[in-house]
């Protein structure tokens, strides 16, 4: 039975295969999903030929109703946030940090160079550092996690040596200390909540940065027979895991997108994910729930059970399908699973988050804003590109001890071998290439950190040539000297050109 709002009209054009599931009962949620089709649906017909990409007065029809991605309006965008702001933004004052990595992030994402940025981010950034280690959202404000990440991914990326020496590594590292709980999860600040984005945040640092594994002598985790970090994690993340297959942020709470994609990148850290993710979690329930969140006609992903499509979840969501297909190998391949439809997420992606002055959004009638740029053009990275894990002596990573650095990637169109051997293209190849089109392709990025492919590799190359933190005079050693390691700035920032 097709959809019907409430004067009984259809919600869905006959031409789309999808046909949502609905009963009677009309509540507050089935009227926002009915204004959501009412949005999304003439963007998405691939049959109209009078398709127009909102507000462009040009009119264009593309090729199977899919428009090009509008580049350098979302780089102009993504530029304006890192200028001068309204007054409004006062309000956002304690996410300084965020904004430089959604602005940075999704600038690299589109192909920018952003080292440009590097004096200014550190004249900002600088004051934010705490005696204790960690950054603040603020100036003046208390070191929090999530914030110390956002910092630090902003530095790898605009990179070179006054960038990443800039971090003080032996009071962070027992600063992350002070987080780390015995029960194996982290906090997000000294006392704080407790969840799954403390321990995301807090393992990348420690992986990207080369942070002693072993937990300072303060830690409260060290008081209940602690010792490192990692002690306790991967139960803690399991006991997230709930009823439906979701994982949320801590245990018995509501299943959510970027819990997922935070714990199982965090699991991923830690070993294999063929290993790590059947260890914790119930991994056929969750792919269940995962292939839940993709709308459908829509083609994008929601973040939770019974919700609305939103553009930020292309990452939360859609990030978490490399670690799955990971998980599922059993042998390094190439070629993409396709557990989920990539071309649905492109076309939502590229027909309704798009704002023609520039920006994504989360859907259509929405404001674009860095955070929804950031995160969908990391989905479109994500959707067009496939992942796999070298094997660590073969490739000759023996000597990173870390599972995060043991991928590779590639464009998914050139590791999917052709499905036609007629040399003549059929209408499912065209289709096909149509969503592999050169002008629409973003750049590839790290499937666990969220950076610019190789920006994580060159971080982590820069602090294993420095000294590694003593962790038995830590409390009284200082910071290392800028310039003490074997790769200057020349090295770190070649990647960024």
């Known amino acids: 039975m097709a959809p019907t709002g409430a004067m009984g009209t259809s919600r869905a054009p006959d031409t789309l295969p999808y046909i949502p599931i609905r009963d009677e009962l009309e509540t507050e949620t089935s009227e926002a999903q009915d204004e959501t089709f009412d949005l999304c649906l003439p963007l998405l017909s691939v049959e109209s030929a009078e398709l127009e990409l909102a507000g462009q007065p040009e009119g264009k029809v593309y090729a199977r109703g899919l428009p090009k991605l509008e580049r350098q309006r979302h780089v102009a965008f993504l530029k304006g946030a890192l200028g001068t702001l309204p007054s409004a933004f006062v309000a956002v004052d304690a996410s300084r940090p965020w904004l430089f990595y959604w602005t940075l992030m999704g600038l690299q994402l589109?192909?920018?160079?952003?080292?440009?940025?590097?004096?200014?981010?550190?004249?900002?950034?600088?004051?934010?550092?705490?005696?204790?280690?960690?950054?603040?959202?603020?100036?003046?404000?208390?070191?929090?996690?999530?914030?110390?990440?956002?910092?630090?991914?902003?530095?790898?990326?605009?990179?070179?040596?006054?960038?990443?020496?800039?971090?003080?590594?032996?009071?962070?590292?027992?600063?992350?200390?002070?987080?780390?709980?015995?029960?194996?999860?982290?906090?997000?600040?000294?006392?704080?909540?407790?969840?799954?984005?403390?321990?995301?945040?807090?393992?990348?640092?420690?992986?990207?940065?080369?942070?002693?594994?072993?937990?300072?002598?303060?830690?409260?985790?060290?008081?209940?027979?602690?010792?490192?970090?990692?002690?306790?994690?991967?139960?803690?993340?399991?006991?997230?895991?709930?009823?439906?297959?979701?994982?949320?942020?801590?245990?018995?709470?509501?299943?959510?997108?970027?819990?997922?994609?935070?714990?199982?990148?965090?699991?991923?850290?830690?070993?294999?994910?063929?290993?790590?993710?059947?260890?914790?979690?119930?991994?056929?329930?969750?792919?269940?729930?995962?292939?839940?969140?993709?709308?459908?006609?829509?083609?994008?992903?929601?973040?939770?059970?019974?919700?609305?499509?939103?553009?930020?979840?292309?990452?939360?969501?859609?990030?978490?399908w490399p670690l799955i297909e990971a998980a599922l190998e059993r042998s390094p391949s190439r070629a993409p699973m396709d557990l989920y439809s990539r071309e649905g997420l492109i076309r939502y992606i590229l027909c309704c988050c798009q704002d023609h002055r520039g920006g994504l959004r989360d859907k259509p009638g929405k404001r674009p804003d860095a955070y929804h740029t950031c995160y969908t053009l990391a989905g479109l990275s994500s959707a067009q590109h496939c992942y796999w894990i070298e094997q660590p002596v073969a490739a000759g990573l023996e000597t990173r001890s870390s599972p995060a650095f043991w991928w590779a990637g590639s464009s998914s169109s050139s590791s999917s071998s052709s499905s036609s051997s007629s040399p003549e293209e059929t209408e499912s190849d065209a289709d096909t290439s149509t969503f592999r089109r050169e002008e629409d392709q973003v750049a590839l990025m790290h499937p666990i950190f969220v950076l610019p492919w190789g920006v994580a590799e060159r971080t982590r190359s820069y602090f294993e040539a420095l000294p590694r933190v003593d962790t038995s005079t830590a409390a009284t050693s200082s910071r290392p000297k800028r310039g003490s390691g074997a790769l200057g700035e020349e090295g770190i920032t070649h990647a960024l050109r």
């Open 110 to 320: 589109l192909g920018q160079d952003v080292s440009s940025y590097r004096a200014r981010l550190l004249s900002t950034l600088t004051p934010m550092q705490n005696a204790d280690g960690g950054f603040g959202g603020g100036h003046g404000h208390l070191s929090h996690c999530a914030t110390s990440y956002a910092v630090v991914l902003s530095l790898a990326m605009v990179g070179g040596e006054a960038a990443l020496g800039l971090v003080d590594l032996p009071s962070l590292w027992r600063w992350l200390g002070q987080l780390k709980q015995p029960d194996g999860g982290f906090t997000l600040t000294v006392g704080g909540e407790e969840d799954v984005r403390g321990a995301y945040c807090a393992m990348v640092m420690i992986d990207l940065l080369r942070l002693p594994l072993e937990l300072p002598s303060g830690s409260p985790a060290r008081r209940h027979d602690g010792d490192t970090f990692a002690t306790g994690l991967a139960e803690y993340l399991s006991r997230c895991q709930t009823f439906d297959g979701g994982v949320s942020g801590s245990p018995d709470a509501e299943a959510h997108g970027a819990y997922a994609f935070c714990a199982l990148a965090c699991l991923s850290m830690m070993g294999h994910p063929r290993e790590m993710l059947p260890r914790s979690f119930n991994v056929p329930r969750l792919i269940s729930w995962l292939s839940a969140r993709q709308n459908g006609p829509e083609g994008g992903f929601s973040g939770r059970t019974n919700k609305l499509v939103d553009g930020c979840y292309s990452h939360w969501v859609g990030g978490c």
